[in-house]
T-cell receptor, first 112, second 113 residues
């Protein structure tokens, strides 16, 4: 069964606005990652946050992790049309195995 | 990521046929994975391999088999394809030193009639 659930399933915003998507998971994790998928293509790793971290930044991306609530959020600031894609959170239980458990994803549309 | 390639990119086959999807990587990674993606279900792990002699089942291995022919090659076989195996299949790799981050191929779109 899948670990993560993402919210919302779909999001449509105007260029320049911020986009926030959320991920909840069920069991303790070693780390949580976010991936982007452009339509029908392979996934691209965006950012990784470890269980002992609360916030991480990478360019226009900001990820938070609340292990007490078993949830994470991905914020994309000043969105661009090129950010249009599906975004997936993925959790890792054990760094020994490296197995990723994916959520269902959030589809983001950024209108120019 | 051009370092991870998958062939074929698209495939149409009939129920009962045996097919093989291939994955090759030039990243020098030791770990390789096969996922399938269905609309609304995210990605689910089929099989994974940590080296040539190591093969492990994932969440949904029934109806699939794999072969790790070399460190750089990992093949997925459908012994007798069925329509509910219609999906988008992805290969991914990771490295022992940065094992949590995976690098994905472009995917194979499979249609089983």
């Amino acid at each position: 069964s899948q670990q993560g659930e993402e919210d919302p399933q779909a999001l449509s915003i105007q260029e320049g606005e911020n986009a926030t998507m959320n991920c909840s998971y069920k069991t303790s994790i070693n780390n949580l990652q976010w991936y982007r998928q452009n339509s029908g293509r392979g996934l691209v790793h965006l950012i990784l946050i470890r269980s002992n971290e609360r916030e991480k930044h990478s360019g226009r991306l900001r990820v938070t992790l609340d292990t007490s609530k078993k949830s994470s959020s991905l914020l994309i600031t000043a969105s661009r049309a090129a950010d249009t894609a599906s975004y997936f959170c993925a959790t890792v239980f054990s760094s020994n195995t490296g197995k990723l458990i994916f959520g269902q994803g959030t589809t983001l549309q950024v209108k120019p | 990521d051009a370092d991870v390639t998958q062939t074929p990119r698209n495939r149409i086959t009939k129920t009962g046929k045996r097919i093989m999807l291939e994955c090759s990587q030039t990243k020098g990674h030791d770990r390789m994975y096969w996922y399938r993606q269905d609309p609304g279900l995210g990605l689910r792990l089929i099989y994974y391999s940590f080296d040539v002699k190591d093969i492990n089942k994932g969440e949904i291995s029934d109806g699939y088999s794999v072969s790790r022919q070399a460190q750089a090659k990992f093949s997925l076989s459908l012994e007798s394809a069925i329509p509910n195996q219609t999906a988008l299949y992805f290969c991914a790799t990771s490295d022992f030193t940065s094992r949590e981050t995976q690098y994905f191929g472009p995917g194979t779109r499979l249609l089983v009639l």
